[in-house]
């Protein structure tokens, strides 16, 4: 079975850094792009970032670039990431979701986790 | 950064109603384009990719058609399951980015 179990999740006051973490299983996790997608209490999906399947490429929205950092380990099938600096605004399910097929092009995310909690408050 | 649209931001109908969700993009994405559905507490789910192909066990009585600026997600004779968020999503290139949502409420 594909799945993906995020963790790290956690409440953090404003400036203040995480690590999120998403451990993937039942595909070839080196193949795939991999990215984040966030959803804020009662709002909608923000693409947050996408890193290529080799680690080579990364992508970020214009509202994280700069303190939010992906990356991967495909020895250890998990993707990462490293968020700083960390604002209200920041306050949001993270969903860890794989790339349909491919893992230099972009696609639609055909597996999703079940989402780790991020919570800026002082 | 490409925008995407949605109309309307919420809809409602009945059971066997047939319904669709306008999404459109800032500029051409030319067929890159998903649809997922998402319920309360729960994670997105794939139905549609590339414009207009199926996810594999998706109900056949969800189509997606358009190509370049305009799409649409038709979701014939609605079934209670259907009730739930609807977003479009643009895969045209790394930078992704969604529609801000369908709610789909009975009517």
């Known amino acids: 079975e594909v799945q993906l179990v995020e963790s790290g999740g956690d409440l953090v006051q404003p400036g203040g850094s995480l690590r999120l973490s998403c451990a993937a299983s039942g595909f070839t996790f080196n193949k795939n792009a991999m990215s984040w997608v966030r959803q804020a209490p009662g709002k909608g999906l923000e693409w947050v970032s996408t890193i290529t399947d080799s680690g080579a490429g990364t992508y970020y929205a214009d509202s994280v670039k700069g303190r939010f950092t992906i990356s991967r380990d495909n020895s250890k099938n998990t993707l990462y990431l490293h968020v700083m600096n960390l604002r209200a605004e920041d306050t949001a399910v993270y969903y860890c979701?794989?790339?349909?097929?491919?893992?230099?092009?972009?696609?639609?995310?055909?597996?999703w986790g079940h989402g780790t909690m991020v919570a800026v408050s002082s | 950064d490409i925008q995407m649209t949605q109309s309307p931001s919420t809809l409602s109908a009945s059971v066997g109603d047939t319904v669709t969700i306008t999404c459109r993009a800032s500029e051409s994405i030319s067929s890159w384009l998903a649809w997922y559905q998402q319920k309360p507490g729960k994670a997105p789910k794939l139905l549609i990719f590339?414009?207009?192909s199926l996810e594999t066990g998706v109900p056949s009585r969800f189509s997606g058609s358009g190509s370049g600026t305009e799409f649409t997600l038709t979701i014939s004779s609605l079934h209670p399951d259907d009730f739930a968020t609807y977003y479009c999503?643009?895969?045209?290139?790394?930078?992704?980015?969604f529609g801000q949502g369908t709610k789909l409420e009975i009517k």
């Open positions: 590339k414009a207009s």
């Open positions: 999503h643009q895969y045209d290139t790394f930078l992704s980015s």
């Open positions: 979701v794989k790339s349909w097929v491919g893992g230099t092009t972009p696609n639609a995310f055909d597996i």
